[in-house]
């Protein structure tokens, strides 16, 4: 039998025009400049896969992430391709501190070896089920642009609406509550990205409760290393935690495992790439910590691919695969968010069922 092996890695800048900026804590987005991989197997068979570097989360920018990647894509060309595990760990080694190339990377390989197997991404990681519904989030805005943004989610048949929240409390306060008056029933998850601390958390907590408004979940509610802070929020806020920035590798999920600070644990690609993402999901899951999936500025590609391993694995509560919204024009075609946050992963035949779009291909 002919072995296959990772014939080429091609990597090129992957620009896309947004509708409009993503403003979190840490900063706004007014452009995702991402990366795009295209992995091309001895036997012809093509994957693609994209890194999503957030300045604001974690410092990668696409010029690092298109650096690193490229020096690992060398090492990787001649590798042979049967098993997938193998290629994914020796991104890892490749690739210690550079977690949205490692995701470009393993994106595309494993895109590429599922669609050789014509197998959908999703069995490979399980198979647990064939698809997932996503909230949508309302960025820093003032309150009347959120409650105007809040009434159109509502009308995309979404009920989960998330909120960034972390700069001023008494202002975000006041877009939690438009946020709020724009539907009946809706389920609140308010994201801090590390802009509080635990004080400034629960005042924004007890604001919140006088109006009538309890969250379902508040994500990073204070520094990534403030455990015991996480922690308080939870119990002195009587609200679940959920970790982003405090969880980027499978020692984090261990620690967040022992210290039972958080109650869910966001897994993203873009933090350390689809294995160790896999393992974090194993870990928590285990320990018996809840799931979030979630993601950085990001086209269907990679959304799609993060959806293909909530689905696959399955057991993830709280799904937040919504950045294509924010695209002027996606630059790939096929799987997408569906009416209801729905990502419907039962019609994809092989792969992640995503491909650029033509003008992305010639470029």
């Not at 048949?157 to 809706?186: C, F």
């Not at 899951?285 to 269907?300: D, K, Q």
Request: with cysteine.
């Amino acid at each position: 039998m002919t072995t296959v092996f990772v014939a080429s890695l091609d990597l090129r800048p992957l620009d896309a025009a947004m509708n409009e900026p993503f403003e979190i804590a840490g900063g706004a987005s007014t452009e995702a400049r991402n990366v795009l991989v295209r992995a091309r197997l001895s036997d012809g068979s093509v994957g693609w896969g994209e890194g999503a570097p957030l300045a604001a989360f974690n410092a990668e920018t696409q010029r690092s992430t298109l650096a690193a990647a490229r020096r690992a894509a060398r090492r990787l060309v001649g590798r042979p391709a049967e098993g997938w595990r193998p290629l994914l760990e020796e991104i890892e080694e490749l690739l210690p501190a550079a977690g949205c190339a490692r995701a470009a990377l393993g994106m595309a390989i494993l895109d590429a070896w599922c669609r050789r197997a014509r197998l959908p991404l999703r069995l490979l990681f399980g198979g647990a089920s064939d698809r997932v519904r996503s909230d949508v989030t309302v960025t820093i805005v003032p309150p009347d642009q959120a409650r105007a943004a809040a009434r159109r989610i509502v009308a995309l048949g979404v009920d989960t609406i998330k909120i960034k929240v972390g700069k001023d409390v008494e202002e975000d306060a006041a877009r939690v509550r438009a946020v709020a008056s724009a539907g009946r029933r809706l389920r609140l998850i308010l994201d801090a990205n590390q802009g509080y601390d635990p004080r400034r958390a629960l005042s924004l907590l007890r604001r919140l409760r006088g109006a009538g408004i309890e969250p379902s979940l508040f994500e990073q509610p204070a520094a990534k290393d403030d455990w015991k802070g996480l922690a308080d929020v939870h119990r002195h806020g009587r609200v679940d935690v959920a970790a982003d920035e405090s969880v980027s590798c499978r020692a984090d999920a261990v620690k967040a495992a022992r210290t039972r600070a958080v109650q869910v644990v966001n897994v993203k690609l873009m933090k350390c790439g689809l294995l160790e993402a896999w393992d974090i999901a194993s870990i928590c899951r285990g320990a018996g910590l809840r799931l979030m999936m979630g993601g950085m500025v990001e086209t269907s590609l990679a959304m799609g691919c993060a959806a293909h391993l909530a689905a696959g694995v399955g057991g993830f509560e709280f799904i937040d695969l919504d950045t294509p919204l924010w695209l002027a024009k996606d630059p790939m075609k096929g799987l997408g968010f569906g009416r209801g946050g729905v990502y419907d992963l039962s019609r994809v035949a092989a792969g992640i069922g995503v491909v650029p779009r033509a003008r992305q291909t010639k470029q």
